[in-house]
């Protein structure tokens, strides 16, 4: 009985390895090959390759387009910075107007106040004027009355007469200036006396001191 | 394998069709594999192209392949060559048909 048993299950490893044999049969793979023009997959390998040259076209073009976006990121960095640059520069010229205006207005003043200061000094070169002509006329008279004949000295005396009249009349209109300066000082005319002797009440005339009119 | 294939010296074409199959005549299933033709001239043990065939839909067309010859590969000698296909599957097994496909090239005059 165990002697058909061990039959059977030996039949059985036998149907087992051949299931297992039979599989690796069927794996070995043939084929058929045939010859032909298979114009589709033929176009489609053209129009691959068209398209690979145009599709590397836009991977070059989207390249740089990356490359400008770069690029006009940092100029909007720097656009803010000069735009805070400029509003500096124009809150200080508006300050600076009106500083040049003031200067100008001090330019007129000032013009203004040079003019009086010119007509002061035309007033004092006229009368410096006049104070030489009366000393001029004073030594020619007497240089040449005391050396030449007498028509000689007559005839210069026609000559500085007409001459004179003129520093006359020069005198004349500078007269009201120049006779206040002599009033002056002729009021400090007078006499001097001096002495150490004794009070000046005690003689009555000076007889030990120094007396001097000016 | 025993018709040979004729071709003109420089042609890159016809096409050759291989439809491969289990040896019972099945469908194989080579979804993720990729065979290899291996060319060389006739007696010879040098190499001289090897092409990469072009799966079809695997759904519609179980194990059919296209070898699209290129540029150059058969600007060779005028005489008799020899092919043998090599498939790796997507297991990793490396498969090469027993079978050898023959292939002659007359030459170009024109």
Redesign the interface.
Known sequence: MKAAVEILRLKAVVELIKLNISPS??????????????LL??TL?DQAFTSDSASLGFGRNATDVLAVVDSVARNIGRGLTDASSTADLISLSSQKLPTETTAVVDLFSASANKSPGDDAHLTDDQQFTFGRALFSDLYATDDLDGAASLLDDQEMHFTKTTSNPAIVFDAATVAPGKGLQNTASISDAGSLISQGYCDLSYFADDYVGTTRTF | MATAFKYVQGDTGPQLRFTITEQDGSAANLAGATATLHVRAAGETTLLFSRQLIFLDHSTSPGVAVVQWAEGDLNQDPGSYEGELEIVKSSGLRETLYDKIKIKIREDFA
């Open positions: 049969l069927a794996d070995q793979l043939v084929f058929a090959a045939e010859q032909g023009n298979f997959l033929q390998l």
